[in-house]
């Protein structure tokens, strides 16, 4: 079983950055391909990026267009997620999520934890 708790969240006007971070619980962080999603109110939650177990490979929708960049330190059991020139569009909860493999996937219903969300606000 594996524990996330999302932090970073926040208030920000549009062209600023944010960088959110996740802690996981376990020993198996390492072999776990993780991954972020966001939930805009009303809408599906969405596929923003994800990474695979070593941290090397990494994924992203191409409406990203660069801004989001995912990394995954293993020594610190930490995911974390720097957001460069935020839109209102951006505004979402948003989540980080594991699974129990080390391959990555975009696809909601593969990932097997998740954590609470944490709410990213952008201003006009």
């Known amino acids: 079983q594996v524990h996330l708790v999302e932090s970073g969240g926040g208030l920000v006007e549009t062209g600023g950055s944010l960088r959110l971070s996740c802690v996981a619980s376990?020993?198996?962080?390492?072999?776990?391909?993780m991954g972020w999603f966001r939930q805009a109110p009303g809408e599906e939650r969405e596929f923003v990026a994800g990474v695979n177990g070593s941290g090397e490979r990494k994924y992203y929708p191409s409406s990203l267009k660069g801004r989001f960049t995912i990394s995954k330190d293993n020594a610190k059991n930490t995911l974390y997620l720097q957001m460069n020139s935020l839109k209102v569009e951006d505004t979402a909860v948003y989540y980080c999520a594991s699974r129990t493999t080390s391959l990555p996937s975009a696809k909601e219903p593969e990932y097997d934890y998740w954590g609470q969300g944490t709410q990213v606000t952008v201003s006009s």
């Open positions: 376990g020993r198996a962080f390492g072999a776990s391909a």
